[in-house]
DNA sequence: CGAATAAGTTTGATCGATCAAATCCATGAT
DNA sequence: ATCATGGATTTGATCGATCAAACTTATTCG
């Protein structure tokens, strides 16, 4: 035989028409016992797999979510996107679903490549990755009914409960409550937050997670903590400095919290092995030397976010305009204590 | 207008048949000027898009590259398999080709998925990473005249020049005979070499390297050299112990080069501040510790790996069976000196 | 007993594009 | 003036599957 095997070959080696061969693989249900049989063996028996453009032609479902690569190049912090998408991947193969990569240079790029795969088929929804205020492309998204899910929240203040979008989110807030109140147990008072400038939601959910805890921990006033609050942009350079700059303002502090590995590793290299350090992601860096901090799941971010969009176990899209589900889930993140292997 | 529109809308709207809008867009020499213009007016105009599965499901093509993505290997060098992954997607967005994912739980359930993204045209080719001694993956395809391409070299004896296996690797030879020159250069005599035990492709080619720059650059005997020798498997950790077992046995050195970032980072953990230590894959972790490392110049990979599959520019396969074409590349890595921030 | 109902299967049409062959038309050679 | 030539465009068929409706056959009920 030269060419692959279709539904017809199958049909007529089982004594069958085409489409029942068909139902056998869409609504098994609908096709007696004995002839199901039949046509099974006869699949087996010739190797037949069936045509997915063909069928995505027909049913305009392509089984497929398109999901962009981050051209992130600053390494440390880009294995949660990585580790995110592993674990996205290996749960959509197990639902028979599979991920289209692409890439963007800029959001209305990104949005040009939406329409192009969603109109041709390509993928039936998007996941999305690192969203920000007033995101265009989700507005985008939304007005043109396309479905999708994103990994992280929509900070805008409306969209938070908007019914359309569906998200997955780390509880950073909880994170670094965890890691505050863990420092707080083995004595530490003057903790130290390092962190963002204010304006990004990621970064000022995790500062609120340090306020809390040291707020109901400790006696410390306002303007105290105000003083132990650093922002810098991410990066072990700027953390070191920042962490240099506090030790130079005669500030005290016996633990440090952080809100990245980077800016948690910049820190470590600076202070004396006395001084605990919490990082946040716990990426290899943090790992290999010995870094403690938080971990998110992403083997639950990934699930939720399947679950959203495909519903517990299916592999069709849900009808999200209709469904009274909850439309979103936040995930509290671990606390990964670890013993220091530098410094 | 409710349904998206097609060939025939646009050509209703230009005057002109289904096939001369297909050709405007797959053949535009065949149509005169005038036409052209005026078609491609009317697909501006009403936002055509083609039907990628319609079009897949007539010409049997999918502009769409298949590429496992690892079960997540032990964080610290996985990067090397993520960021060549990136640009890989950057390089074949820019020829109009796609990236489609997926797992597999062993080689054998890889082959399956190949065998199923193959005929149902999902994928035109493959690409392969890490590949093995005697890989039945490379000889699946090329039993089933799939085409693809190997990120690394077939280290089989007879496979290295098999005229239908096209491959791209990195000459880690190369890169650790820079890295031993670099050392010898700056005075280092006794180097040692931390590497994985041998039976790996690749781990032997890089041992190789350095044992070629040991004997041009220094007097040390063949069993000395063994000495300076170490085998160990991957990791922090095992680095770290390989190197005080070294330092043990009595045995002196003055400098040490790895086959990855985690085992530099293990002997960079442990060695003082003035024994030079080299580690290969240029990681996140290399660069936020400061250990200087050999970088894989994975663009020039990827950018390598599409062009033996598809031609200097092309997005269409190339006759890779009739080609003259050299079959493989072989790249050069590049030191990168840093200075040390630890220990 | 005949008609309504359900279960199982088949047939015709269609998804949107491209291939292959046919048609049309102007030009130049005979 | 006739016919071959080649460029430009159109028509018919097809890729492989699924949908929607039609058809068979067996079963049930008034």
Redesign the pocket.
């Known amino acids: 035989m030269d060419?692959?095997p279709?539904?017809?070959d199958v049909?007529r080696a089982a004594?069958?028409?085409?489409?029942?061969?068909?139902?056998v693989?869409?609504a098994p249900g609908?096709?007696?016992a004995?002839?199901r049989a039949r046509v099974e063996a006869a699949i087996a028996e010739l190797g037949?797999?069936?045509?997915a453009s063909?069928?995505r032609?027909?049913?305009r479902k392509s089984a497929t979510l398109g999901i962009r690569l981050d051209p992130m190049t600053n390494g440390i912090s880009g294995s949660v996107h990585d580790r995110f998408l592993h674990a996205l991947t290996e749960q959509a193969d197990a639902r028979g679903l599979r991920m289209l990569l692409f890439t963007a240079t800029d959001p209305q790029d990104e949005i040009r490549q939406f329409q192009r795969m969603h109109e041709g088929a390509d993928v039936d929804a998007f996941v999305l990755t690192s969203t920000f205020f007033d995101d265009p492309r989700t507005e985008w998204l939304i007005q043109h009914r396309v479905p999708f899910v994103t990994f992280g929240r929509p900070w805008g203040i409306d969209d938070m409960k908007d019914p359309l979008h569906l998200w997955v989110d780390v509880d950073g807030r909880s994170g670094l409550r965890q890691a505050t109140e863990h420092l707080l147990a083995e004595g530490a008072r003057r903790i130290v937050y390092l962190g963002w400038p204010s304006g990004s939601g990621t970064g000022d959910d995790r500062r609120g997670g340090w306020r809390d805890a040291m707020r109901a921990g400790t006696d410390l006033g306002e303007a105290e903590l105000d003083r132990l609050q650093l922002a810098v942009e991410d990066g072990v350079a700027q953390g070191r400095e920042a962490v240099r700059g506090l030790e130079a303002a005669g500030i005290r502090f016996d633990a440090i919290v952080c809100a990245s590995d980077s800016l948690g590793l910049g820190a470590l290299l600076l202070v004396g092995a006395d001084v605990p350090v919490i990082g946040y992601d716990n990426t290899p860096v943090a790992e290999a030397v010995g870094l403690s901090s938080i971990e998110q799941p992403l083997e639950d971010v990934a699930a939720g976010a399947l679950e959203l969009i495909m519903g517990r176990t299916g592999s069709e899209l849900v009808d999200w305009e209709q469904s009274d589900d909850s439309r979103h889930r936040l995930i509290t993140p671990r606390l990964v204590v670890r013993q220091r292997r530098i410094s």
Chains 1, 2 share one sequence.
């Open positions: 060419k692959l279709t539904v017809l049909g004594g069958v028409s085409r489409q029942t061969v068909s139902n693989l869409n609908v096709v007696k004995e002839t037949y797999r069936p045509h063909a069928r032609l027909r049913t």
